[in-house]
């Protein structure tokens, strides 16, 4: 059963005030069976999303919520959520993010970028097909095939993502009919923990732990915010957590400190060749026995009758004499008493060895290191090959393998959503999504050749050992050992292996195929 709550603002102070048990909820809440068990705990369920806990003291009308854990509020999210989009925007950065968004979204005018794969999980063929369409619904609200590369870039840089589930509150039992995109800045996950005192031991028992989403249009700058319910809202992160296990953080947060290195050392190299570039000249002016300030004046009327300090803008066309400005680019003017060699002109050689960028190269090798991304995509003139490669790179093997990984990590935006669309239909039950979410997948459209050279090169070998050992099959090795240690099958391949076979054997028969 379905239960709605109805829109209202809530005042949160980031400080600390308190909130009436009056207030009520945006958006809808899915109702559930409390669990039987009796288990006491002093601590709240960890998790991996990053939502801040705040305690709040039961009993009474009012309950005191406290926004501000720790120095981890809402204000300091944003600001490193800012400095991941900022950083983003380095071109080497920007060129190693979309290598990694086009490895694991892949486009095509024939297949969708993702399908969902429901083949172990223990339903009959109408619930799959149910499933299927809804998840096929989801795909379309989300419009992933033209979003999809926005959608999962946003959700890589900033390290989460957060959209708001918009359903008809006269009708829930249609499900979820739009799907809003909401910025990671502005919103973030709080989880409140409901404490009771034990009247044996006197220790703080957890007693409840309820979720939900704070709103808010200016993060840190006002005390309005809106109040979310937790089903209403879906929270898909990155997975990786600060140090401290408090913060949720994005996979460009150790790609941080090599984008500002390189940042500094192409602007000093820019300054270095820009400074040391233009050969300057020294120039001796004998002032003979002139007084000081006589001599700093004479030097002066020189400086500005032979300098030239003509310069062309650019923008507007026109020719302006800066005489009255002294640039680090000057010639260098020295007095020189009698007795010297007189006046004297010489010339300073321009900098060298100024086509020298190792240093800048080796931050770049550095900041491709710490996103995951092979050394030789940096080098964009080398030719790909489409013929079969006498080896495979192992930096192309390992950024397979981390794909695959944030391939995983980012299916939960649908999972979740998925989740509560099939509950809302009533399609399926909660305790039904417990025991078989696991074995939920979602199957990505893939187009990394290496990735192909690898499967097709691992069967090869697998079917000559498998050719070569087919003889002793029956004498020293047993059918069962070939499929499991040879062929690496696992107990549900080969079950569904040999149903095929024999699926395909009955065809045959009856067809009387000979």
């Not at 380095?90 to 969708?112: G, L, Q, Y």
């Not at 066309?317 to 002109?345: A, C, N, Q, V, Y």
């Not at 991304?373 to 489409?386: C, D, I, K, T």
Request: neutral net charge; glycine residues 6%; hydrophobic residues 35%.
């Amino acid at each position: 059963m379905i239960n709605t709550r109805r829109a209202e603002t809530a005042l949160l102070d980031l400080k600390g005030i308190t909130m009436a048990d009056s207030f009520k909820l945006f958006g809808f809440e899915i109702s559930r069976v409390k669990p039987g068990k009796n288990m006491k705990s002093i601590v709240p369920p960890t998790d991996d999303d990053g939502a801040g806990y705040v305690s709040s003291k039961v009993g009474g009308g009012h309950y005191g919520t406290y926004i501000n854990m720790d120095g981890d509020d809402s204000k300091d999210n944003a600001q490193l959520i800012l400095k991941y989009r900022g950083s983003a925007m380095h071109p080497e950065a920007d060129a190693a993010i979309e290598d990694i968004v086009n490895e694991a979204i892949t486009a095509s005018d024939k297949k969708p970028a993702l399908a969902l794969n429901l083949d172990l999980v223990p339903v009959s063929a109408s619930i799959k097909k149910q499933i299927t369409e809804e998840f096929e619904k989801i795909y379309n609200m989300l419009n992933f095939k033209e979003l999809g590369h926005d959608i999962f870039r946003r959700w890589y840089v900033d390290g989460r993502i957060y959209h708001h589930l918009v359903a008809d509150e006269n009708n829930l039992n249609a499900g979820i009919q739009e799907i809003r995109y909401v910025d990671t800045a502005k919103i973030r996950k709080v989880k409140q923990v409901k404490h009771k005192k034990d009247p044996v031991t006197g220790a703080k028992i957890v007693e409840k732990v309820d979720e939900f989403y704070i709103y808010q249009e200016k993060p840190g700058n006002q005390t309005a915010g809106i109040k979310l319910t937790a089903d209403s809202v879906s929270y898909c992160t990155s997975g990786l957590m600060d140090e401290h296990r408090k913060k949720v953080i994005s996979y460009l947060h150790k790609a941080l400190k090599p984008i500002t290195q390189l940042r500094m050392m192409e602007d000093s190299l820019v300054i270095y060749r820009l400074a040391r570039a233009p050969e300057r000249r020294m120039f001796y002016i004998d002032v003979g026995n002139l007084p000081r300030g006589k001599a700093e004046q004479y030097m002066k009327d020189i400086m500005a009758k032979y300098r030239n300090k003509l310069v062309y803008d650019a923008k507007t066309g026109e020719i302006r004499d800066d005489r009255k400005h002294m640039s680090m680019l000057e010639d260098f003017w020295l007095p020189r008493r009698e007795g010297g060699r007189g006046t004297e002109i010489t010339t300073l050689p321009g900098g060298e060895n100024l086509g020298q960028i190792e240093d800048v190269i080796y931050f770049q090798k550095r900041l491709y290191r710490s996103l995951n991304v092979p050394m030789n995509r940096l080098e964009q003139e080398q030719q790909f090959s489409l013929g079969r490669a006498t080896e495979i790179s192992r930096d192309e093997l390992k950024f397979q393998k981390f794909i695959d990984r944030i391939r995983n990590r980012f299916a939960n935006l649908f999972y979740d959503i998925l989740k509560k669309q099939l509950i809302m239909k009533s399609i399926i039950t909660e305790e039904d999504w417990q025991q078989w979410n696991n074995k939920l997948n979602v199957d990505f459209l893939r187009d990394n050749h290496f990735a192909e050279l690898k499967e097709a090169e691992l069967l090869r070998e697998k079917i000559q050992t498998l050719d070569q050992i087919s003889q002793y099959v029956g004498d020293y090795f047993s059918k069962e050992y070939v499929q499991k240690h040879v062929l690496m099958l696992d107990d549900d391949q080969i079950d569904k292996m040999e149903k095929e076979i024999a699926a395909a054997q009955q065809q045959d028969d009856d067809q009387g195929v000979v």
